[in-house]
Nanobody, 115 residues
Framework: QVQLVESGGGLVQPGGSLRLSCAAS????????MGWYRQAPGKERELVAV???????NYADSVKGRFAISRDNAKNTVYLQMNGLKPEDTAVYYC?????????WGKGTLVTVSS
């Protein structure tokens, strides 16, 4: 079993920054993908950024150049540095891990961008 715990969400003004963290525990395989999705009110969940096997990264077009995903494989932790935040970035952000035993999700952390 795998557990994911997110932290770092909160209220920030437009143009501000936040750093999300997600710590994975349990049976973690060395080959996996970790990343972030988000879901805004009334919208479907969408990909934000994922890191594949710790090397390749994929970003949604809407966050390219503003967000950066990184991993600490020794700690089984993934981070999302979010800069230049916009009101449209407001959403619940979910951490995800995919490995051969399945897909796992955290409970989410709320990010609100508002003045």
């Amino acid at each position: 079993q795998v557990q994911l715990v997110e932290s770092g969400g909160g209220l920030v003004q437009p143009g501000g920054s936040l750093r999300l963290s997600c710590a994975a525990s349990g049976t973690i395989f060395s080959i996996n993908t970790m990343g972030w999705y988000r879901q805004a009110p009334g919208k479907e969940r969408e990909l934000v950024a994922v890191r594949i096997n710790g090397y390749l990264a994929n970003y949604a077009d809407s966050v390219k150049g503003r967000f950066a995903i990184s991993r600490d494989n020794a700690k089984n932790t993934v981070y999302l540095q979010m800069n230049g935040l916009k009101p449209e970035d407001t959403a619940v952000y979910y951490c995800t891990l995919r490995q051969e035993t399945g897909d796992y999700w955290g409970k989410g952390t709320l990010v609100t961008v508002s003045s």
